[in-house]
């Protein structure tokens, strides 16, 4: 694990895949540094293991499911529930199977998702924000991988500043910033922000898809779940949710969903119209995220400077940077900012 991770994230879910993907042929994925394999096992439980064979090492991903678990391509040892051997080809039937198993970890599903817990006893569920969203408002996902260290990632969907350049009359216009108040306030999971200020936003994407708002806040739920959440006028309420989740230092995956209630949008719809942009917005993110680490490699060892306007950073560094955890932060933090 790379020393720039707090170890207590192990105890926390961390999303690894979409359930549509894990299937009962195996599926390779690298979290933390960490390769797994993931399968169906025949009554459609999902196995987590460490993507080698206890025998002789052999990747389990490359292995077959058979009725007895999944079995490795090299010796056919096959593992099931939690891990266990099941079956050894070539042992005799009045010898016992070895007293050995593939390391296992916790899985659940959840909002379409496949959640992993690293550790072997931590939180019992994933967050309860994401656990408490209606059931039948998810209206699409999408999975990328990003070129950019977790926190760095994180601090991009989170920080409404960039946009102006980053995303130019998409999401908002340099030329049309209005003053506005943020509030950032820690709860039991992580923490939210309030902007207040701004019930109209001056890009394309609010003209074409929006309407007045009552409300724009933020949620985040350690270790890796971000959400802005947009309530309007008219009752309807959008949430964008992204579960962000390292494949090693520099490289993260994020997971997309789109959540609409209280408002006639058919996924076909949304797809057809929303999506465009919005896959248009994520593209220009992670073309910046990437030219950002590009940079960090260049100069490494280099520190970031920071000011009142980065609200998220330091709440975001105390949860993966094992060096953050004892900086002591506000329990509420309110700043001014034109957006």
């Given at each position: 694990m790379s020393k720039y991770w707090n170890p207590q994230v192990r105890k926390h879910w961390l999303v690894v895949a979409r359930s549509e993907c894990v299937s009962h042929k195996p599926l390779a994925v690298t979290i933390m540094d960490k390769p797994m394999?993931?399968?169906?096992?025949?009554?459609?439980?999902?196995?987590?293991?460490?993507?080698?064979c206890p025998h002789r090492q052999a990747p389990l991903s490359q292995g077959r499911m058979t009725s007895e678990g999944l079995q490795c391509p090299y010796h056919g040892w096959t593992f099931g529930e939690q891990g266990r051997c099941t079956s050894v080809p070539g042992l005799p039937a009045d010898q016992c199977l070895p007293a050995v198993a593939a390391r296992y970890y916790a899985v659940q599903e959840l909002d379409g998702l496949v959640w992993v817990r690293l550790a072997a006893s931590g939180d019992l569920a994933p967050p309860a924000l994401i656990a408490d969203l209606p059931a039948g408002s998810r209206?699409?996902?999408?999975?990328?991988?990003?070129?950019?260290?977790?926190?760095?990632?994180?601090?991009?969907?989170?920080?409404?500043?960039?946009?102006?350049?980053?995303?130019?009359?998409?999401?908002?216009?340099?030329?049309?910033?209005?003053?506005?108040?943020?509030?950032?306030?820690?709860?039991?999971?992580?923490?939210?922000?309030?902007?207040?200020?701004?019930?109209?936003?001056?890009?394309?994407?609010y003209r074409l898809f929006e309407s007045p708002r009552l409300s724009e806040r933020v949620y985040f739920a350690q270790p890796g779940t971000a959400q802005i959440e947009y309530r309007y006028q008219n009752g309807s309420i959008v949430r964008i949710t992204l579960h962000f989740t390292p494949e090693g230092a520099s490289t993260t995956h994020v997971f997309a969903t789109l959540h609409v209630e209280n408002r006639w949008a058919p996924?076909?719809?949304?797809?057809?119209?929303?999506?465009?942009?919005?896959?248009?917005?994520?593209?220009?993110?992670?073309?910046?995220?990437?030219?950002?680490?590009?940079?960090?490699?260049?100069?490494?060892g280099s520190h970031p400077v920071s000011t009142s306007l980065d609200l998220v950073r330091p709440y975001l560094e105390q949860v993966w940077r094992?060096?953050?955890?004892?900086?002591?932060?506000?329990?509420?933090?309110?700043?001014?900012?034109?957006l």
């Open positions: 394999v993931l399968v169906r096992l025949p009554g459609q439980q999902i196995l987590a293991l460490e993507d080698r209206k699409f996902m999408w999975q990328a991988k990003w070129q950019a260290d977790i926190v760095n990632a994180m601090e991009n969907f989170l920080d409404p500043l960039h946009t102006h350049l980053v995303h130019p009359g998409l999401v908002r216009r340099d030329n049309r910033r209005s003053r506005m108040q943020a509030s950032l306030t820690k709860t039991a999971e992580g923490f939210t922000v309030d902007y207040q200020g701004q019930p109209e936003q001056s890009g394309l994407l996924a076909w719809l949304l797809r057809a119209t929303v999506w465009p942009f919005l896959k248009r917005v994520a593209q220009q993110d992670a073309r910046m995220l990437a030219l950002q680490e590009q940079n960090l490699q260049k100069f490494p094992e060096d953050k955890t004892d900086v002591e932060l506000p329990l509420i933090k309110t700043i001014a900012l034109d």
